[in-house]
């Protein structure tokens, strides 16, 4: 049996894009060990049907994180037999490449974003500077590459003149309705709730905004659930705008405990702001989790999301990011009922086409000429 070693820079406990490369690699035949990092705020790991393993580092954030990260993966990988190397994201993509080379096995790419021009860096110029240098170097060497959605695979092709191929994050279709394995308690006083959702809530997302037209929305409760950079900022501003009554937060959870709190939402918010090539050509993976759950949803119109939710009328777009502009559309979707069924009746028309097992296809694809 051929080994694959997956690697990845998270705890690797929510992040489902990679689960379903492991399934897919395993299905495939391949004796998969998918490398990560533990956080001192780590999940336990769920059961998988592949080996994990979570490196403890010193650091755990910051330019010494990345090294060290960077250093015990080229490590790792090294003193690690593989017949193939699976790279998430451009921060694990140049001990994967290195070790490719000295090794002389292949390496397959997935770039999960334009991580490049995330807003972490765009004003970091020497940060920025460092990972660019690190992709223009690797980049138009790599055979096997795949990322998110045709907008991203557009710039790269352009920028490298590489064929890139596109594997959405979209969901497995549920084997069964979703339900509960246990009672979730009682989230809204009886009101719709609105949802927002995500392993990283952070700046330019749209959530500030959202947190502040809580204030204008009525007979509606927000409820986030998640992680990200300001998430501590949107409770400090709900405190300070008297909205406890109005929010509840939540943190992250393994998917299968959040789908069930997502399946309790009456709309599902995606509101990243178009400030930065990486969120304007951005397709969210709470999207396609909405849709699947039979959730509306409510957007911001980015050139990937607009063209799901247009395609598969499954919700409506802001026309701003001012609060009482995403109040007013807020309210207008939750105080009619029949536009919320007309969305909820194509929601699931759409996951007959918007599922995993449509969408592995190409990654398969890539792959099986590996085994």
């Known amino acids: 049996m051929k080994k694959a070693i997956v690697s990845v820079i998270n705890d690797l406990v929510t992040d489902q894009r990679v689960k379903k490369t492991c399934d897919t690699l395993t299905e495939l035949g391949f004796d998969v060990l998918c490398v990560g990092r533990i956080k ?5 790991l769920p059961v998988r049907n592949y080996q994990m393993h979570r490196m403890k580092l010193l650091f755990e954030k910051g330019p010494l994180f990345y090294a060290e990260y960077n250093i015990r993966l080229f490590l790792f990988l090294i003193w690690h037999k593989a017949d193939l190397l699976f790279s998430n994201d451009l921060d694990t993509l140049l001990p994967n490449f290195l ?5 002389q096995i292949p390496v397959v790419y997935d770039s999960h974003e334009y991580f490049t021009e995330t807003p972490e860096l765009v004003h970091r110029k020497f940060v920025q500077y460092t990972w660019k240098t690190i992709e223009q170097w690797i980049f138009p060497r790599l055979k096997d590459v795949i990322t998110v959605n045709d907008s991203i695979a557009g710039l790269f092709q ?5 064929r890139v191929n596109v594997v959405r994050n979209i969901p497995a279709k549920p084997e069964q309705d979703i339900s509960l394995n246990e009672p979730l308690p009682e989230i809204g006083g009886g009101f719709p709730v609105i949802l927002l959702q995500g392993a990283g809530i952070n700046i330019q997302r749209g959530a500030e905004e959202l947190v502040e037209a809580m204030q204008f929305v009525n007979e509606a409760h927000l409820l986030i659930i998640g992680g990200g950079d300001v998430i501590d900022e949107l409770k400090r501003q709900a405190i300070h705008l008297n909205l406890e009554r109005k929010i509840t937060f939540l943190p992250k959870m393994p998917f299968e ?3 069930q709190y997502t399946a309790m939402a009456s709309i599902g918010l995606t509101l990243d702001k178009d400030t930065n090539i990486n969120y304007r050509f951005s397709l969210p993976n709470k999207l396609f989790d909405y849709i699947h759950a039979g959730v509306p949803v409510l957007a911001s119109p980015l050139v990937e999301v607009k063209k799901i939710i247009e395609t598969y009328q499954v919700g409506e777009t802001i026309e701003s990011h001012e609060p009482r502009a995403i109040a007013q559309k807020i309210g207008s979707m939750i105080s009619d009922q029949a536009r919320l ?7 699931k028309k759409a996951t007959e086409l918007l599922n995993w097992e449509n969408e592995k296809k190409v990654l398969v694809e890539v792959l099986k000429k590996y085994v």
């Open 99 to 103: 070790v490719s080379k000295i090794k």
């Open 40 to 44: 001192h705020d780590s999940m336990t």
């Open 341 to 347: 069924t007309f969305y909820r009746k194509n929601c």
């Open 158 to 162: 352009q920028k490298y003149g590489i």
């Open 257 to 259: 405990k959040l789908r």
